[in-house]
């Protein structure tokens, strides 16, 4: 292809900076500027003159910063990275980016679903997962979550379920959260939720960070061989690190302690060179297989059991990367369903069809231009050229006449431009296809979308004791900050009785009402043999890698103790955080001064994973009289955390009310290996769970 007449992707170049090469303050038109303090006015009293170009440049810019934020996921986080494809594939999919051995770069943003851009990282929602793969036969987006499936069947229901869960039409709250009306209303009205809400009310939507959740794109996809042969494919995301989730309470704190709880976690984990890993999974079937199951493949209600279809590890993805600059990048990042690349294809899935046909729309909108895709994170890092031409923003210069094909301007020397190709061009797979799959016109479902509550049932009979109480007490309260509409919480107590009746029971307990009488079903959920894939609890690591120990110290505080912690610690490859009641630290048993990384008032035991209580008898006496300490101690018990504690900081862990039991311990190895997890059989005895 010859740069003539197309355009042609950046090759990977580094964009342009702001400020490249220019020592001399200047306009945007490249002016160099005197004075950057002061408006040009007459007189040093008079008003300021229309002709200050300076001024109005600067001011005009300014006012324009801002662009739409996304209707959904507008708060995210994102970072450059590296997929490797470690297995051979060839036999399901021709992609390059599945040759085993390539390396493509990639741009993940996580993000949550109903906040606006500014709000908060730790709410009960859904978090999106979102890779950009920039591989060498164009751009393949998966644009996934952290649950492996969504709340609706069809598209044409997403605008109402995004009104119901955004902020109420009228009042503007409440903001990132589905705890209130609307949602409810809707979500009790529509069966099909059943599933989804099994998940949002488990401790899914409340992840440890980023680095600790799991990824789905969610829709069955097809994988195409070089011969044509096509086999359903879902994708999963597994984190190296395992999963990990925070509880309901800690969670609320955790806003108030760190607004960018997640943001930060990502942002200092690459920069301090703990690169987020996940592996990346496939599980294959064919059409043989979903025709056998009880439930419809093209649902995005429903998943595939891992045991079932076992997940095969195909490659892994490296966070290494943060961003430079946070708008160019993760702002402006677009991702499209509809990016995908020869060897991959979608299925009839009609949720995933809606997909295709929104986020070009979106990117539009909320980027302004048709051609969003030259913005540089967006662009291609393999040459592209078509004869697409331009529209607003285009910073591409095709030079020549060929804007149209066929043409025969070669013939006269003159370059004609790209061309397809059969052989390299991306061709939609001839879709095996069952008996449903095309005939009249109908607005109209699958027979198994039907079944609302099967899945719901098995998800919650995969979960743990203390999961399944976490759903229980989520239900309720979730449902008691419904208002005035009373017709709700018993609605949606009805339908949950089809999911499983002690459930129900424990909702309609939890809420004070009395058990409604259970919802018809559309179609009689079956039973489903559990799946130890589905808990959290069931897929922790008991590791030290990716968590933090906060150790509380002051003065008098024992210093070989402390570095004794803080060495085991990072040997295990933790992170230990220095907390005093002043940032400027203390001095210490040894007469030595010890810097705080936090100071205690601004940093709750809720930041962190473990910790660790480091005081003399008078320091204990001292920080007594500070209910930051005492919250430290009594937040770090009831949100299940191991505490390792001096002999002398007793009496600040009895006023904290922490009892001796798991997890508890003094500041040997057991406490190290105690901070690598957490204790969920402590939770009965600190918190009343529906
Ligand atoms: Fe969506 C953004 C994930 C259904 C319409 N979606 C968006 C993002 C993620 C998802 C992760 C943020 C991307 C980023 O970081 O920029 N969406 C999903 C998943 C779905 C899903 C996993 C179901 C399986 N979405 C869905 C439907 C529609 C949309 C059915 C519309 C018919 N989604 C959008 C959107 C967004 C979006 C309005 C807002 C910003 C954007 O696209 O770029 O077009």
């Given at each position: 292809m010859s740069d003539m007449t197309t355009t042609t992707g950046n090759g990977g170049e580094p964009h342009q900076r702001a400020g490249d090469g220019a020592a001399v303050l200047t306009t945007n038109h490249g002016v160099p500027i005197s004075d950057n303090q002061n408006s040009l006015k007459s007189g040093a009293r008079g008003p300021t003159l229309l002709e200050d170009f300076v001024l109005r440049e600067k001011i005009f810019h300014f006012d324009h910063e801002r662009i739409p934020e996304r209707i959904v996921h507008a708060r995210g986080s994102g970072a450059h990275g590296v997929f490797e494809a470690t297995?051979?594939?060839?036999?399901?999919?021709?992609?390059?980016?599945?040759?085993?051995?390539?390396?493509t770069e990639v741009f993940v943003r996580f993000s949550t679903v109903a906040g606006g851009a500014g709000s908060v990282d730790t709410p009960r929602d859904v978090r999106g997962f979102a890779?950009?793969?920039?591989?060498?036969?164009?751009?393949?987006?998966?644009?996934?979550?952290?649950?492996?499936?969504?709340?609706?069947?069809?598209?044409?229901?997403?605008?109402?379920?995004?009104?119901?869960?955004?902020?109420?039409?009228?009042?503007?709250y409440p903001q990132a959260g589905s705890a209130h009306d609307t949602f409810w209303d809707w979500a009790s009205l529509m069966p099909e939720t059943t599933h989804m809400l099994m998940w949002a009310m488990s401790d899914r939507t409340l992840p440890r960070s980023f680095r600790t959740m799991e990824g789905f794109g969610v829709h069955t996809f097809k994988l195409v061989d070089a011969g044509g042969k096509a086999s359903f494919v879902k994708f999963h995301w597994k984190p190296r690190l395992g999963l990990q989730s925070t509880i309901w309470d800690e969670a609320l704190k955790l806003q108030a302690a760190d607004n960018d709880y997640q943001r930060r976690d990502l942002w200092e984990a690459i920069d301090t060179g703990a690169f987020p890993q996940w592996d990346l999974g496939i599980q294959v079937f064919d059409q043989a297989f979903a025709e056998a199951q009880p439930y419809d493949v093209l649902d995005a209600t429903k998943l595939i059991p891992e045991d079932d279809v076992p997940v095969r590890i195909i490659g892994t993805l490296t966070l290494n990367r943060n961003p430079d600059n946070f708008f160019a990048e993760t702002e402006q990042v677009a991702f499209l369903p509809t990016n995908i690349v020869p060897g991959i294809d979608f299925s009839n899935d009609p949720l995933l069809q809606g997909r295709l046909f929104s986020y070009l729309d979106t990117q539009n909108s909320r980027l302004g231009t048709t051609n969003f895709h030259q913005i540089p994170i967006n662009a291609?890092?393999?040459?592209?050229?078509?004869?697409?031409?331009?529209?607003?923003?285009?910073?591409?210069?095709?030079?020549?006449?060929?804007?149209?094909?066929?043409?025969?301007?070669?013939?006269?020397?003159?370059?004609?431009?790209?061309?397809?190709?059969?052989?390299?061009?991306?061709?939609?797979?001839?879709?095996p296809t069952g008996a449903d799959e095309q005939g009249d016109k109908l607005?109209?479902?699958?027979?198994?979308?039907?079944?609302?509550?099967?899945?719901a049932r098995l998800f919650y009979r995969s979960q743990t004791e203390s999961e399944q109480a976490h759903i229980a007490s989520s239900f309720v309260f979730e449902l008691s900050k419904v208002g005035v509409l009373e017709?709700?919480?018993?609605?949606?107590?009805?339908?949950?009785?089809?999911?499983?009746?002690?459930?129900?029971?424990?909702?309609?307990?939890?809420?004070?009402?009395?058990?409604?009488?259970?919802?018809?079903?559309?179609r009689e959920p079956v039973d489903m043999a559990p799946s130890d894939a589905l808990s959290i609890h069931k897929n922790m690591k008991d590791t030290l890698e990716g968590r933090s120990v906060g150790i509380l110290f002051t003065d008098g505080s024992d210093a070989t103790a402390i570095d004794a912690v803080v060495a085991a610690v990072e040997?295990?490859?933790?992170?230990?955080?220095?907390?005093?009641?002043?940032?400027?630290?203390?001095?210490?048993?040894?007469?030595?001064?010890?810097?705080?990384?936090?100071?205690?008032?601004?940093?709750?035991?809720?930041?962190?994973?473990?910790?660790?209580?480091?005081?003399?008898?008078?320091?204990?006496?001292?920080?007594?009289?500070?209910?930051?300490?005492?919250?430290?101690?009594?937040?770090?018990?009831?949100?299940?955390?191991?505490?390792?504690?001096?002999?002398a900081a007793k009496p600040l862990l009895d006023k904290a009310g922490v009892e001796p039991g798991v997890g508890i311990t003094g500041l040997d190895a057991n406490f190290i290996s105690a901070a690598s997890q957490r204790f969920y059989p402590r939770e009965p005895g600190v918190r009343m769970l529906a």
């Open positions: 297995a051979d594939i060839s036999d399901l999919s021709k992609a390059a980016v599945f040759t085993k051995g390539e390396q890779v950009k793969f920039y591989t060498r036969e164009g751009n393949w987006d998966l644009v996934g979550n952290n649950i492996p499936v969504f709340f609706i069947q069809d598209a044409i229901k997403f605008p109402d379920l995004v009104h119901s869960v955004k902020m109420e039409a009228d009042r503007a291609p890092r393999c040459p592209f050229g078509n004869f697409q031409r331009d529209g607003k923003m285009q910073t591409q210069v095709p030079r020549g006449r060929a804007n149209y094909e066929p043409n025969s301007l070669a013939a006269h020397g003159e370059d004609g431009g790209p061309r397809e190709s059969v052989e390299r061009g991306f061709a939609t797979v001839n879709a607005r109209i479902r699958a027979e198994l979308f039907a079944d609302h509550y099967s899945q017709q709700v919480p018993p609605r949606m107590v009805a339908n949950l009785r089809n999911v499983d009746e002690d459930l129900a029971k424990r909702v309609a307990d939890g809420l004070g009402i009395d058990l409604p009488d259970k919802a018809p079903a559309a040997a295990e490859k933790g992170k230990a955080v220095l907390v005093s009641p002043k940032v400027g630290g203390a001095t210490l048993s040894d007469g030595s001064k010890r810097k705080a990384d936090g100071q205690l008032a601004g940093t709750p035991s809720q930041i962190f994973d473990a910790v660790a209580i480091i005081v003399s008898k008078e320091g204990c006496k001292a920080l007594l009289k500070e209910a930051a300490a005492v919250q430290f101690a009594m937040d770090a018990f009831g949100h299940l955390k191991a505490i390792g504690a001096s002999d």
